[in-house]
């Protein structure tokens, strides 16, 4: 499978090295995907426009089918095996009132569906972004006559690490998150929207190598100068120092043709990219894009995929290390034969590091 794949794609380390003094570290990033976009609630320009653009984008995010998702990015779980996962997108859509439909906890979910596979991770720290809502859902079961709607929905984004438990050199402590000074606020027909984006870190040590494990998602590239602030923030805070593994959706092109947040992070004495373009090519994670009306965009049933861009990244500071070489991109192909097709709207990332 493709966790034999990787292990044959690593360069075999130099005879010198001692894997004893130099433990590997298999780390993951992975954007969840809320499930649908949410420019039509963000464009809406009336109470009522808006009120039908939550209504598509909740049939939306049915019809992307978190659960079955949730199963295709397990696969990769169990085929890479990771020691840690920085998770962003991880949503929760609470449904309330009478005909409402069932709502999603995508981190209770994907954590069922590790759980099925007999692989044990622990949730080590999360950060709590977002939370819209509720707003109402006026999906058919929720319309009584007058018309009167009797349904909400609220959505919380998250952002979460997970720790592979079954890796007895590995310990951690000292969860911490925060928010972003910076943040960007859209005016909408109910009052001002923000993500909050935040971060979330552990403190870890692999055979007594100690080291962080930061993940973020910064802000997209609609908000250049908000996601600017906030890679230079996350350079100065849980970025700074020591033996760093930062990863998330940066939300910056790796090949500057949109922010220069990517630039800021990698800058010299900041932080080392675990993807070589030279040595592993392109490794394009963004984003499958579908657009087919009812539906909101992102119905994740474009048959061919449309990753163009490199936002999903794994960077390193210090006594972690990796040749730029010992990475690849997962969860790119095709889970199933009728949509949702894609795992996500973002591939993620998997590198192998040396402390």
């Known amino acids: 499978g493709a966790g034999a794949a990787l292990v044959a794609a690593l360069p075999v380390l130099p005879a010198q090295a001692n894997p004893k003094d130099e433990p590997a570290l298999v780390v993951m990033t992975q954007n969840l995907y809320l499930g649908s976009s949410l420019t039509p609630a963000l464009t ?9 653009a939550v209504a598509q984008i909740y049939a939306t995010v049915q019809y992307t089918d978190f659960p079955a998702r949730a199963e295709a990015i397990a696969d990769e779980i169990e085929a890479n095996e990771p020691d840690l996962i920085g998770l962003q997108e991880v949503s929760r859509w609470t449904t309330a009132g009478p ?9 209770a979910i994907l954590q069922a569906a590790l759980d099925d596979r007999g692989l044990v991770y622990s ?34 984004d998250r952002d979460v690490i997970l720790v592979n438990d079954d890796n007895p050199g590995l310990t951690w402590s000292n969860p911490r998150s925060g928010r972003f000074e910076a943040q960007a606020v859209l005016p909408s027909p ?16 692999l055979d007594r190598q100690p080291f962080r494990f930061v993940n973020t998602h910064l802000e997209t590239e609609d908000f250049p100068t ?38 800021q992070l990698t800058a010299p004495g900041k932080f080392r990219d675990a ?31 449309t990753l163009q861009t490199r936002i999903d990244v794994i960077l390193s500071r210090g006594a972690a ?23 996500s709207d973002h591939a993620g990332v998997v590198a192998e590091f040396r402390l």
Do not use: H, K
């Not at 999360?126 to 009584?144: F, H």
């Not at 040749?323 to 949509?339: C, E, N, Y």
């Open 44 to 52: 809406a320009a009336t109470p009522e426009e808006f009120v039908g």
């Open 226 to 263: 908000v996601q600017q602030a906030q890679a230079t923030e996350f350079v100065a805070g849980p970025g700074r120092g020591g033996s760093i593994i930062a990863v998330g959706d940066f939300n910056s092109a790796a090949d500057g043709s949109t922010t220069t947040s990517y630039a």
């Open 99 to 107: 005909g409402a439909p069932p709502g999603y906890d995508f981190l």
């Open 321 to 343: 290390r990796t040749s730029g070489g010992q990475a690849l991109v997962v969860g790119d192909t095709r889970f199933q034969g009728t949509p949702p097709f894609w795992p």
């Open 275 to 305: 993807w070589d373009e030279d040595q592993l090519g392109d490794g394009f994670t963004c984003c499958q894009a579908s657009n087919t009306p009812p539906l909101a965009p992102g119905a994740l049933n474009n048959p061919v995929s």
């Open 123 to 156: 949730v080590a720290a999360v950060v709590d972004n977002a939370s819209i809502g509720p707003a109402p859902l006026a999906l058919p079961s929720c319309v009584q006559p007058g018309p009167t709607i009797t349904c909400t929905v609220q959505l919380d």
């Open 190 to 205: 109910v009052g001002p929207l923000s993500f909050d984006r935040g971060w979330v870190s552990i403190d870890a040590r």
